[in-house]
C-alpha cells in the first residue's frame, strides 16, 4: 500500500503554523491554513508534527476499514458538549461542505440507509491519501516520528513559541494543537496533549471512554448470544432515576455487549460508574414498550397460536437463541403451549422483555474506544477561531477539546469543522 513520504526533520526548524498532530482534525487543519491564502499558498511555512511512525492509523481503522466520513445530518444533539458552541461550530462547516470538500479533492461519497456517509471505494485508504496527497500539493511539511515533548513561549517573542520534539526544536509563530485524546493509544492518541494544554493555561477535565463496548460480569448470558445482532432500547440509570435511554442494534459478543446503541449509551454508563454512582443498566428488546404494554402484546401473540409451544410463538420475533435464553433467565419452559402459559410466568417474560438487567462490569479498555469524553472545556476556546483564550497564537482541534458525538461520522465532522475554523483562523490572523 502506498505510504505518505515523510519529511526526515532538521534538528531546528522554523515554521509560520505548526500543528501538532497528523490526525484527522490536524491534516484538515493543514489543508485549511494552506488554502487561506489562495493564490498566495507557500508564503507561510506549515509543518504537522506527528510522533507515529505511519501517519493516520486512526483514519485507517475508522468504520472497519471503511471510514465513516460524515453523517448526511448532523446538528448539536448528536453531540456531548456544550450545546451552544457545538453548534457554531458545526454551522461554520456542515456536512454539505464536508461532502463538497471530499469531492474536490476527488472523493465521492455515498450515503447508506444509516444515513453514514462512506468513500464509494468504500476503503479508509482513500480517505487517507487524498488528505496526504492534498496536503503535499499544497506544500504542507508533514513529519512522523516527531512526537511533540513540550510547547513554550519563545522568550521576548509574543505570539512565539518553541516546540521540542524527539527529533529536534521547532520554532513557530501559531501552533494548531490537535494531539487527540485517549482513544485507540496504539494508534498515537494517548493523551500527551492534555499535560501539554495545561502548560499553556487551560484546564482538562476528567477523560472517559467513549464509543467503547461494554464487558459483562460472571451474571450476564452474553457468551450463549454471541454473534446475535437485533433492535433493543438500552435504558441507565442512576438510582433509579433514567440519566440515558436510546435505540439501536445490540450485538452480543464473547466479552459482553457492542453494536451502535452499546457504543453510544457506553459514555453515560462509564462516566457514572467511574464516578461511584452505580449505574443500573437494562436491556429492553421491545423498544418503547414497557411491562404492560409488552405484556399486552404477549397476551395477543399466544392468542393467535394457543396450541403452539411458547419457543415457537416468540421465535418469530426473535431469534431463537435469544428466545431460549430470555425463557430461560425467567424461569419458564420453552416447550409448554401458548395456551396453558401461567399468569405468573408471563408476566416475568413481560418483565424480562422490557427491562433486562445487565451486568455491566467496565467499558472494554481504551483500546477499543472510538473516542474521548472530556478534555479541554469549549469555553476555553474562541469558537468562531479556535482560538485558546489562555494563551494567544494557540488554537485547539478535535478530540482534545471536551466533546464527544455519537458513532455515525459525528467524530469525524467534528474534526473537520474545528481543522477548517483553527486552519483557517492561524493563517489569516496577523504574522
Request: charged share 20%; net charge neutral; glycine share 10%.
Amino acid at each position: 500500500m502506498r505510504e505518505f513520504p515523510y519529511t526526515t526533520p532538521m534538528a531546528t526548524d522554523r515554521a509560520d503554523i505548526a500543528i501538532i498532530g497528523a490526525g484527522a482534525a490536524g491534516l484538515a487543519a493543514a489543508i485549511f491554513a494552506a488554502q487561506a491564502h489562495g493564490s498566495a499558498v507557500g508564503d507561510r511555512k506549515i509543518i504537522v508534527l506527528d510522533g507515529a511512525t505511519s501517519i493516520g492509523a486512526k483514519i485507517l481503522v475508522a468504520g472497519g476499514g471503511r471510514c465513516n466520513v460524515t453523517h448526511d445530518v448532523v446538528t448539536p444533539d448528536d453531540f456531548n458538549g456544550s450545546r451552544n458552541i457545538v453548534r457554531n461550530i458545526l454551522a461554520a462547516f456542515d456536512a454539505k461542505a464536508c461532502v463538497q470538500w471530499f469531492a474536490e479533492m476527488g472523493v465521492q461519497l455515498k450515503r447508506e440507509e444509516t444515513g453514514k456517509l462512506f468513500p464509494v471505494t468504500d476503503s479508509a485508504r482513500t480517505v487517507l491519501n487524498a488528505l496526504l496527497d492534498r496536503c503535499k500539493t499544497l506544500g504542507v511539511t508533514v513529519q512522523s516520528h516527531s512526537k511533540v515533548t513540550s510547547i513554550e513561549p519563545a522568550d521576548g517573542a509574543e505570539q512565539e513559541f518553541v516546540i521540542t520534539h524527539l527529533a529536534g526544536v521547532l520554532q513557530a509563530k501559531k501552533v494548531i494543537l490537535c494531539t487527540g485524546g485517549k482513544s485507540l493509544p496504539r494508534s498515537g492518541s494517548d493523551g500527551s496533549g492534555y499535560p501539554i494544554a495545561k502548560s499553556l493555561g487551560h484546564t482538562v477535565t476528567p477523560t472517559y471512554m467513549a464509543l467503547a463496548p461494554l464487558v459483562l460480569g460472571p451474571g450476564g448470558f452474553h457468551a450463549e448470544l454471541s454473534g446475535i445482532a437485533h433492535e433493543a432500547e438500552l435504558t441507565t440509570s442512576v438510582a433509579n432515576k433514567p440519566i440515558d435511554r436510546r435505540r439501536g442494534s445490540l450485538l452480543w459478543t464473547h466479552f459482553g455487549i457492542s453494536g451502535p446503541v452499546v457504543l453510544d449509551a457506553s459514555r453515560h454508563w462509564i462516566i457514572a460508574h467511574d464516578t461511584e454512582l452505580n449505574p443500573e443498566m437494562r436491556c429492553n428488546f421491545l423498544p418503547g414498550e414497557t411491562a404492560e404494554t409488552g405484556e399486552k402484546w404477549l397476551i395477543a401473540e399466544l392468542a393467535a397460536r394457543p396450541k403452539a409451544a411458547l419457543v415457537t410463538v416468540l421465535s418469530k420475533k426473535f431469534p431463537e437463541r435469544l428466545v431460549l435464553t430470555i425463557l430461560k433467565h425467567a424461569g419458564a419452559d420453552p416447550a409448554v403451549l401458548a395456551g396453558q402459559l401461567s399468569r405468573e410466568i408471563r408476566r416475568k417474560i413481560a418483565t424480562t422483555l422490557t427491562a433486562l438487567p445487565l451486568p455491566v462490569a467496565h467499558g472494554r479498555g481504551w483500546n477499543y474506544a472510538e473516542v474521548t469524553a472530556g478534555g479541554v472545556p469549549l469555553n476555553e476556546i474562541d469558537f468562531r477561531t479556535m482560538q485558546s483564550r489562555k494563551t494567544p497564537g494557540l488554537y485547539l482541534a478535535g478530540e482534545i477539546l471536551d466533546c464527544d458525538g455519537n458513532i455515525g461520522g459525528y467524530n469525524f465532522q467534528w474534526a473537520w469543522a474545528t481543522g477548517f475554523l483553527a486552519g483557517n483562523a492561524a493563517a489569516k490572523s496577523p504574522a
